[in-house]
């Protein structure tokens, strides 16, 4: 699951994203319980249509779920995963509502126990494009303040068959190869991003695989140019 990531440029929120990035654009690295930048579709969700009017919104990454007491959680949500998220608290509910979003992302970073030490690799396209992530996003209510607070998670999926994603993290020396559920972000072409926004349900759900190694530029975060080494 990804703990770090880098959002792409202004320019390329506009020109990439079709989506108009405000004044309050966050740079830099973002962390979980950080704020970061997500799209949703303006219209309303489940509309089967090519071209959907989206708003790029700034908010926590990290989903605020409605029943939580303050916007910083004891527990991470930053990542949900698919297999439970239908069935989570924390996600059922966005879920439920196709409260389903497109986090741009310039790389991400996941580590690497291979040697017997972390070490941080980065993931960039191949292709030189900005990432488009699938996640969810919820409005939270604070009902101290009265302000609504936007957030936001990372679906992940099953990557123990992935020939790239499988040597990331740490391995539980207790279970075999086939079976320590290492994890991967799941990457939507930019063709699929309205259908994964603005889509019925089981279109979405079509969306939810591992993207082809090909489709990354990769390797120890130190390295440079990244390069890959698969």
Excluded at 25 to 36: A, K, Y
Excluded at 62 to 84: C, D, H, V
Excluded at 143 to 168: C, F, K, Q
Aim: proline share 10%.
């Amino acid at each position: 699951m990804c703990a770090r990531y880098t959002p792409p440029r202004w320019d390329e929120m506009h020109g990439v994203y079709r989506a108009l990035p405000p004044e309050n654009l966050p740079v830099g690295p973002v962390f979980p319980r950080g704020r970061g930048a997500f799209i949703r579709p303006v219209r309303a969700p489940e509309v089967d249509t090519t071209e959907v009017e989206r708003e790029l919104v700034v908010g926590q990454w990290g989903l605020i779920p409605s029943f939580a007491k303050a916007a910083k959680l004891p527990y991470s949500t930053s990542n949900a995963r698919w297999e439970t998220v239908p069935t989570a608290a924390s996600f059922r509910q966005p879920w439920a509502r196709a409260q389903r979003c497109i986090i741009p992302v310039h790389e991400f970073f996941e580590p690497n126990w291979e040697t017997g030490r972390n070490r941080w690799w980065a993931f960039r396209r191949a292709d030189k494009t900005p990432f488009g992530l699938a996640g969810l996003w919820n409005a939270w209510l604070d009902r101290e303040t009265g302000e609504l607070v936007e957030s936001y998670t990372m679906l992940t999926i099953n990557a123990d068959a992935h020939p790239l994603m499988n040597r990331m993290h740490k391995p539980d020396p207790k279970l075999g190869p086939d079976q320590q559920d290492k994890r991967s972000v799941v990457v939507v072409e930019q063709g699929d991003w309205d259908r994964w926004m603005a889509g019925t349900t089981p279109q979405a759900i079509e969306l939810l695989k591992l993207a082809p190694v090909e489709v990354f530029d990769h390797g120890p975060e130190e390295a440079e140019p990244i390069g890959s080494l698969f």
